[in-house]
């Protein structure tokens, strides 16, 4: 299982590597969305509750982007029958589609993040990174299980780019509530770790719940 | 036709619905500072526990569907889920108008119950074009079994998510009228909450029946074309 999950990973990755397709995608869309934000709340630097929220938001949305494209090379040149009548798990496929998107949303991250401080946000971000870093791979760790379900959930629908986002929107809420309110306390002006064991437990618990979840559903989806 | 018992199951209904509104007319008192608005409660909260119960339950039958392969499971869990999202529509629309009358607006962000309720209402709003946009019936009950079982899973944690995110520092008047409601009010409440129980199964079978009514009806014609053919 562990061995097929790899090999499409690889696949995934070195996909990703020579077509440069999603994670280019990703974080231009979140540059674009600093830009609206700035312009749509008129203001040039944000701290607090609005840079947490504007953060995670962006995030959130990037990775809708990213969803979006999960299973598009499956789909658009039929490699989704070539991996199903491969002899594995489907699990191994929901673990490698998981971890691909996981890496992604870090990749997106490590650019991200040091636009927004740079574009949009006050307070320096150096001082409070070590303690936000938990949070966004807690996060990311959210974002790619639901993300992957929700992925492959869509595929076989008449019109999944349409039934995807709001399929995931509402399911990341809990993600959201969770990032949002831990990051918001570390990016004041006088960064304090405020109530930060209790969002990451909720992020953990969530992340726990929908690994299991998917799991244990996933081999009922993507079989024909 | 009907199934066993549904004659007794609505006559039942039809006795708990008069009598929970005949309880609630003249036997509960108004209360002291919401005055006679706060009878909405008695409509409100049990049509949202049982919507949340329809949709947890939605989830169980889905997970019946999946392990024993039998179709008429997820006609259930779809008829349960359906059922759940029109009383939704009823709980968000009572729900503002409670809020509108006791605290000036019709949507309060601070209340936890009624924003997770929300945010439960959007996804299951997403059913429909789920299951009706894939046309392999086989496999359009698969992937609504799949999601019904996500789903089903999500109204927890997103209530425990939701709680945590508000700040306590609202009134809260589900659990304050839950912990100490006097008891006249309790009975009433007890009763309008097994009368809404009542409504949704009764509803549930009979949607059941007329979905199994017009499936055979489909057969038959199906089997009277092929003999005029012939």
């Keep these: 299982m562990i061995r097929a999950a790899r090999a499409i990973l690889v696949k995934d990755l070195r996909l990703e590597l020579r077509t440069k397709e999603s994670v280019p995608a990703m974080t ?49 040149q039929g490699g989704i029958d070539g991996l199903l009548l491969a002899p594995v798990d489907r699990t191994a496929l929901f673990v490698a589609k998981a971890a691909a998107l996981f890496l992604f949303l870090c990749a997106v991250e490590i650019v991200a993040l040091p636009a927004f401080a740079l574009l949009l946000l006050g307070p320096d971000l150096l001082e409070p990174l070590p303690r936000l870093l938990p949070i966004l791979l807690l996060a990311n760790a959210g974002l790619a299980a639901v993300g992957a379900l929700v992925a492959a959930l869509a595929t076989a629908t008449r019109a999944p780019e349409l039934i995807m ?16 309110e831990a990051s918001e306390p570390l990016l004041r002006d006088d960064p304090v770790a405020d109530r930060l064991g209790r969002w990451l437990g909720l992020l953990t618990l969530y992340d726990v719940v929908f690994v299991l979840l998917s799991v244990a559903v996933f081999d009922y989806l993507l079989e024909d | 036709m009907y199934s066993k018992g549904f004659r007794p199951l609505s006559i039942a209904t039809v006795v708990a619905l008069a009598s929970a509104l005949a309880l609630v007319f003249f036997y509960a008192p108004n209360d002291a500072d919401q005055g ?24 169980l039958m889905a997970i019946k569907h999946l392990r024993s392969g039998d179709r008429s499971w997820d006609v259930r869990s779809y008829v349960a889920i359906h059922l759940s999202i029109i009383l939704g529509v009823g709980v968000l629309v009572t729900g503002a108008i409670w809020a509108r009358a006791s605290w000036g607006h019709w949507w309060v962000w601070d209340e936890p119950v009624l924003v997770s309720f929300l945010i439960v209402f959007l996804l299951y709003c997403v059913y429909y074009p789920l299951r009706f946009s894939i046309e392999d019936p086989e496999r359009q009950a698969r992937y609504s079994s799949v999601f019904a079982i996500t789903a089903g899973a999500f109204v ?7 709680r945590l995110a508000e700040s306590f520092t609202h009134p809260r008047v589900l659990s304050q009228t839950g912990g100490n409601l006097p008891g006249e009010m309790r009975l009433t409440f007890l009763v309008s909450l097994a009368a809404m129980t009542l409504l949704f199964v009764t509803l549930w079978k009979l949607e059941l029946a007329s ?3 017009s499936a055979q009806l489909k057969r038959l014609r199906t089997k009277l074309n092929a003999r005029l053919a012939a």
């Design chain 2, 211 to 213: 979905k199994n009514a």
């Design chain 2, 36 to 59: 006679f608005v706060q009878k909405i409660f008695y409509v409100h909260v049990p049509m949202a526990i049982v919507a949340l119960g329809g949709w947890v339950a939605g989830g």
């Design chain 1, 28 to 76: 231009l869309f979140t540059v674009t969305v600093y830009v609206l934000f700035h312009f749509g709340l008129d203001r040039d630097t944000l701290e607090g509750s609005l840079a947490s929220g504007v953060l995670w938001v962006t995030l959130l949305l990037a990775a809708v982007v990213g969803v979006a494209r999960l299973f598009a090379a499956e789909r658009e």
């Design chain 2, 156 to 162: 927890p944690l997103n209530f425990i998510a939701v």
């Design chain 1, 165 to 180: 986002p709001l399929l995931l929107l509402p399911l990341l809420v809990p993600v959201l509530i969770g990032a949002a």
